[in-house]
């Protein structure tokens, strides 16, 4: 049950397109189809911006969308805007029935 | 309005219990699998436990296995996290999640595989001396 593994900081101009990874194991992100990311602003509960690994939430824009390969997910904001400026974090879906989140990742809008 | 409330949380010795509630409203809780996952001041999230629809299956990250105990009252619209044994590196803001069903074609039952699609607003749960 260790934590999935993200990169601590990105960073992207508005307009830009920017991609956060978050590594796992074949116990984990590697074996099942079942990554969720979400976006957390200071001080807020996390929000759900992707689902069962591609999917989006009624509601979320459309310049979210993720992917997986191997043992890594990805996230990719296309289109930056100030309002992307939060946390990300990434969730799998882990042997025993459990769930893994990765570290976090500081997205800064330059 | 779909919602969930937390509350429970508070300063506590270690080796101290508490006892942390969830009330759902604006849905059927009974039709969700719920988990409760925390954050430490300044660091990232970490899932606790989860829990079937029907209270049959509960599952938790290895850390609070024996200390903490999921439970829930569908009739009631509450979820719940007992804690006992508490240290100082329990002291988190803890949040319950909803799990968006993931449905089998074959079986058409809903299980929850970590979409977490509605929060609480958390509560605090400080363990301290």
Same mark, same amino acid.
């Given at each position: 049950q260790s934590a999935l593994?993200?990169?601590a900081s990105v960073s992207g101009s508005p307009g830009q397109s920017i991609t956060i990874s978050c590594t796992g194991t074949s116990s984990d992100v590697g074996s099942y189809n079942?990554?969720?990311w979400y976006q957390q602003d200071p001080g807020k509960a996390p929000k759900l911006i992707i689902y069962?690994? !591609?999917k989006r939430p009624s509601g979320v824009s459309n310049r979210f969308?993720?992917?997986k390969s191997g043992n890594t997910a990805s996230l990719t904001i296309s289109g930056l805007q100030a309002e992307?400026?939060?946390d990300y974090y990434c969730c799998s879906y882990a042997d025993? !029935?459990?769930f893994v989140f990765g570290g976090g990742t500081k997205l800064t809008v330059l | 309005e779909v919602q969930l409330v937390e509350s429970g949380g508070g300063l506590v010795q270690p080796g101290g219990s508490l006892r942390l509630s969830c009330a759902a409203s604006g849905f059927t809780l009974s039709s969700y699998w719920m988990s409760w996952v925390r954050q430490a001041p300044g660091k990232g999230l970490e899932w606790v436990a989860n829990i079937r629809q029907d209270g049959s299956e509960k599952y938790y990250v290895d850390s609070v296995k024996g200390r903490f105990t999921i439970s829930r009252d569908n009739a009631k619209n509450s979820l719940y996290l007992q804690m006992n044994s508490l240290r100082a590196e329990d002291t988190a803001v803890y949040y319950c999640a909803r799990d968006l069903p993931y449905y089998d074609i074959?079986?058409?039952y809903g299980r929850g595989?970590?979409?977490f699609d509605i929060w609480g607003h958390g509560t605090m749960v400080t363990v301290s001396s």
């Open positions: 593994t993200q990169p079942l990554v969720s069962e690994g !591609s969308s993720a992917s992307d400026e939060a025993s !029935s459990t | 074959l079986t058409g595989y970590g979409a």
